[in-house]
């Protein structure tokens, strides 16, 4: 897509083409998706963070300048609306949906189950700097930007959070 | 890359998931709709409107102290009024808040969006310090747009006692063909859907016969809509006419009186002759011990007439069953692969379960492990079990990045052979969810058939197909494409697709031509399609928001069947789960958790912080019970609201009062069970109520107290319910409160 071309995507989605409002969200929406299910860990859950920041997204674009990366930016908003959902749950009628599946030992190794039981009791902003970084690949510069902080900023959460997950583990941010 | 980040990256990836196809379409629905109401818009006329004013008539605004502006918005629209205070989140818009606890400091409230005012301008306006702004107590005055409460007058100081919403008296809507329980469960599943036609639900709960809702405007059209759609609701509105037109009673839909006690789901299997199975998910097995998977399982053999219970295998995961007459059945328990994206580290196993004895007794088939079978290159979510004979037996299967594949058994279910099926011509497969999801293989005839449906990338909507085999399942080949995934098999040649009275269609050549088709039939099901099972060529079942209707001409007409269900049972049923234990206990001598400066606790040996609690939350402490509860973690959570017991329910409350709310508004518990089975008790000296909930694979216990005015909310809660140790442990920690002032 050329810089001309999507230019013009912003405009007529600025200007209220839904199509052309989902174009540009369409590459930022599997990493949001992914981010949102790491984050709440429910499907559902996650399919409503994720429509409810695009939605949003849509809602402040005249907020975005043109030439600015997309992702960052609506990357931060679901990262926002994933923190409403966990607040607000305590209002709302706590659903666990299926029973997860047990999960026998042959399928995963008891470090991974030991790992995603830390993972459960991490606090959002450190779960939130582990995702972006190590999950969805982000360099370091636009998990910066989806935190609000600058490169030296984010890698002291990213420490910080690798050291809440599992003291002494043998990971640097700057890698 | 280290192993440590390697496993990390695994962790993660295990978490995570990608968009299904189903939300794509939901998403791309969304954005069709139109751009909701723009924030910024609302923003932009506001500065533009101050700007006006402050140059007209601005002085006299700020002499009077409020730099109100009654301008912007719907002229035209009438005018409401409503008794609240306004509160603004940090970055988010001001509302005008409905009657809730609030946590203290607040984090925004819920109720309507509040246009034309600059909050800062009422007296008494307090900024919290994470930023939330919020007023007292005022009457506003405005317009109502249908998503925005535009002010047109300034907020004037109210009472106290006057904060009760004023409900507007509706006729008498007619009866429901759900329970409250269900109703409530479409109007949360519809809130967003409701909104974008300009009704915003502010609360909703069940009532003795119906569903109390609240609205923020009940106007003629609104409450109309409501009773189409979901029949006995009683309808209040939040804000209150002023000089609105008086609203017409609305004319109820007359809806076919059905069973009062319908249940969530069933699904059917095993039609043949004048047999049919039901699996029947909801009442009366919302509660925790009543049936082995929050189900039960009828069967009929004078076509759906009368049924008689059987019983089920414990499973676990997704449940589905298949019966191929009276007596032989299966039942599969599928361990989810819960993103469905393929995930090389979640295969997924099967359980299965299988009877001869028309479900007397069940034994489990050994079924060879699927990974060792079939490996771990990627993993596929399985569904839709389906047996055609004594051996051989089809289970579906599909994820977002792979072909979908058709699981076949030889031999009843032991062990599963796999074929992938290629894409039809007209669709080409994209990882990303631009797959193809497969219903149950049916047999009708001679031939296999399965009904395919999938998105292709850049088009709109779901495409779908038919798939069919001759040799018995050993190869599948694309048939042909259908108008929508909801084709029932009649026939080998004639194939129905049955939604609503002037949707349905009719194909007698195998889906080559369709043409309109003047069936009766008419979905009870408003989203998606109904379940159809014919069990020969006039014989039919059909099955939608739980209720069954039957043909007995071929699809041409319709008619109620019973839905099989027991009486329904209060909840909750088991003693074992009720809390009447008492609520004091000894202290643990273990290092206490200060939990704020007013009170401290002792945990129980083994409860672990989870120190996720934000610093802006009611929450005080999580604590997470040891491993030795079970596989999956006991939570226990305290939090505070500061103020808001009296504030919500009156200078008269007790915890018994708040339980009894509690277990009605939010669980649908009759008032009746609820005040029944909360036991008063007192935790160190405070009087304080409790009740244990459940709603199959939910559980947990709710512990209420109030201290100094301060409503102390407790709860406990595990996936699957929690174990009794577990509760007596939470009860001596809860016992362990020590108030400090």
């Not at chain 2, 409503?82 to 005008?96: D, E, I, Q, T, Y």
């Not at chain 2, 029949?231 to 000089?243: E, N």
């Not at chain 2, 596929?380 to 990045?401: M, P, R, T």
Request: glycine share 10%.
């Amino acid at each position: 897509v050329s810089e001309d071309q999507a230019a013009g995507r912003l405009q007529r989605a600025k200007a209220g083409d839904g199509r052309a409002f989902e174009e540009l969200l369409s590459p930022a929406l599997d990493p949001a998706f992914r981010l949102a299910m790491t984050m709440l860990k429910d499907r559902g859950a996650a399919e409503d963070a994720v429509q409810d920041a695009a939605l949003k997204a849509w809602r402040k674009l005249g907020s975005f300048r043109a030439g600015s990366e997309l992702r960052p930016w609506f990357l931060a908003i679901v990262a926002n609306e994933c923190r409403s959902a966990r607040r607000t749950r305590w209002w709302g009628v706590i659903r666990f949906g299926e029973l997860p599946p047990r999960v026998a030992p042959e399928d995963r190794s008891a470090e991974l189950v030991d790992l995603d039981a830390a993972l459960d009791r991490l606090p959002q902003q450190h779960l939130l700097a582990l995702t972006l970084y190590y999950h969805l690949d982000l360099p370091i510069e636009e998990v910066a930007r989806v935190l609000a902080c600058s490169v030296g900023a984010a890698r002291v959460r990213i420490h910080r959070a690798l050291a809440a997950l599992r003291p002494g583990i043998a990971l640097e941010a700057d890698a | 890359m280290t192993p440590e980040e390697r496993e990390l990256r695994r962790a993660l990836e295990g978490r995570s998931g990608d968009p299904s196809p189903q939300f794509r379409a939901r998403l791309t629905a969304a954005f069709d709709e139109g751009r909701p109401a723009s924030g910024l818009m609302q923003a932009v006329a506001m500065v533009a409107v101050i700007a006006i004013t402050l140059g007209t008539v601005g002085v006299l605004l700020m002499s009077r102290g409020v730099r109100h502006v009654p301008q912007g918005g719907p002229s035209s629209a009438p005018r409401y009024t409503v008794v609240a205070s306004l509160m603004a989140a940090k970055g988010k818009p001001l509302r005008a808040c409905f009657a809730m606890a609030l946590p203290e400091p607040p984090i925004g409230c819920g109720g309507v969006e509040v246009a034309n005012i600059d909050v800062h301008s009422v007296p008494g306006t307090k900024t919290y310090q994470n930023g939330t702004v919020g007023t007292p107590i005022v009457k506003l005055v405005g317009r109502w747009d249908g998503h925005v409460f535009w002010l047109t007058e300034a907020p004037q100081a109210t009472s106290l006692k006057q904060t009760e919403p004023q409900p507007i008296t509706q006729s008498p809507p007619p009866t429901s063909k759900e329970t409250p329980g269900q109703v409530v469960e479409e109007l949360k599943r519809d809130a967003r859907d409701l909104e974008a036609r300009g009704i915003v639900l502010i609360s909703f709960g069940p009532v003795d016969d119906g569903v109390s809702v609240t609205v923020a405007v009940a106007d003629d059209k609104t409450v109309q809509y409501l009773y189409e759609h979901y029949g006995r609701v009683y309808v209040k509105g939040w804000l209150q006419p002023l000089d609105a037109p008086p609203s017409p009673l609305p004319t109820p839909t007359v809806v076919p009186p059905t069973e009062s006690n319908l249940p969530t789901t069933v699904q059917l299997s095993g039609a043949s002759g004048d047999v049919v199975w039901a699996h029947v998910y909801g009442p009366p097995c919302s509660t925790i011990g009543a049936c082995p998977n929050g189900s039960t399982l009828f069967r009929s053999t004078d076509r759906g007439s009368h049924w008689e219970q059987r019983s089920v295998p414990y499973a676990r995961g997704r449940i589905d069953f298949s019966f191929v007459n009276a007596t032989e059945g299966w039942f599969s328990g599928l361990s989810q692969v819960s993103t469905c994206s393929g995930n090389p580290f979640q295969v997924g196993s099967v359980e299965l379960w299988h009877t001869g004895n028309g479900a007397a007794t069940w034994e489990q088939v050994p079924v060879v492990s699927w990974q060792e079978a079939h490996g771990t290159e990627y993993a596929q979510c399985k569904e839709s079990l389906s047996f055609i004979d004594q051996a051989h037996g089809f289970l579906s299967a599909w994820d977002d990045n792979h072909p979908s594949t058709i699981y076949r058994t030889l031999d009843g279910g032991r062990t599963w052979e796999g074929k992938t099926l290629p894409d039809p011509p007209d669709f080409k497969r994209n990882p990303g969810g631009f797959t193809l999801r497969l219903g149950p293989v049916r047999k009708t005839g001679n031939a296999l058939y399965v009904v395919a449906s999938g998105k292709q990338q850049g088009s709109l909507p779901d495409r779908q197909y038919v798939y069919g085999s001759t040799d018995g399942g050993t190869t599948w080949t694309w048939l042909t494409k259908v108008p929508s995934r909801y084709v029932v098999m009649v026939t080998e040649s004639r194939w129905l697709q049955l939604l609503a009275p002037g949707q349905s269609m009719e194909t007698t050549n195998a889906g080559q031509q369709w043409h309109a088709y003047a069936s009766d039939f008419n979905s009870d099901t408003p989203v998606g399609g109904p379940q159809i099972l014919f069990g020969d060529s006039k014989i039919g079942y059909a099955e939608g928001r739980g209720a069954l209707q039957r043909t007995v001409d071929g699809g041409l007409h319709w008619s109620r069947i019973t839905t099989p269900a027991v009486p329904a049972v209060k909840s909750p049923p088991d003693p074992k789960v009720l809390i009447a234990r008492g609520c004091s206990g000894p202290a643990f001598d273990t290092t206490p958790l200060a939990l704020s400066p007013n009170y401290e606790i002792h945990p129980a040996p083994g409860w672990t912080d989870t120190h996720n609690i934000g610093p802006t939350e009611s929450r005080m402490l999580q604590l997470i019970a040891p491993a030795t509860y079970g596989d999956m973690p006991t939570q226990i959570t305290f939090h505070v609201f500061s103020g808001s017991a009296l504030i919500q329910y009156g200078p008269k409350v007790t915890a018994r009062t708040i339980a009894a709310e509690w277990g009605t508004t939010q669980y649908g518990h009759s008032r009746e069970a609820v005040v029944t089975t909360p036991a008063d008790c007192s935790v160190a000296s405070e009087a304080a109520a409790v009740y244990g909930y459940s709603d199959g694979s939910e559980a947990g216990y709710r512990f209420f107290l109030i201290h100094k005015g301060l409503l102390y909310a407790i709860w406990m809660s595990g996936t699957g319910g929690i174990s009794d140790k577990a509760i007596q442990d939470a009860l001596r920690m809860i016992g362990s409160i020590v108030w400090t002032s």
